[in-house]
Nanobody, 116 residues
Framework: EVQLEESGGGLVQAGGSLRLSCAAS????????IGWFRQAPGKERAGVSR????????YYADSVKGRFTSSSDNDKNTGYLQVDSLKPEDTADYSC?????????WGQGTQVTVSS
């Protein structure tokens, strides 16, 4: 059974930082691209970042460029999203996704709340 489990969310003041983790089991991490998505109340889920676990190439949404950094540790089967300079508009439920070939897996999400 494939499982993705996010952790690291919480309540932080504007300007603060968090490190989100996405621990995967049941898959070989370097066969997948790891994406981070977020969904704010009343809004659609939106892509935040993506990292290829095979070559480490990254993509970021314009709204988070320069503030968020995605990484992965294939030995630990874990992806990370370092979120810095947080803004109230970053408040959302953050989920990780592992996509490869025909397969697409999601975690349950971790809540990030940024106070002004």
């Amino acid at each position: 059974e494939v499982q993705l489990e996010e952790s690291g969310g919480g309540l932080v003041q504007a300007g603060g930082s968090l490190r989100l983790s996405c621990a995967a089991s049941g898959i070989t991490f370097d066969d997948y691209a790891i994406g981070w998505f977020r969904q704010a109340p009343g809004k659609e889920r939106a892509g935040v970042s993506r990292i290829s676990s095979s070559d480490g190439s990254t993509y970021y949404a314009d709204s988070v460029k320069g503030r968020f950094t995605s990484s992965s540790d294939n030995d630990k089967n874990t992806g990370y999203l370092q979120v810095d300079s947080l803004k109230p508009e970053d408040t959302a439920d953050y989920s990780c996704n592992a996509a490869g070939g025909w397969f697409d897996y999601w975690g349950q999400g971790t809540q990030v709340t940024v106070s002004s």
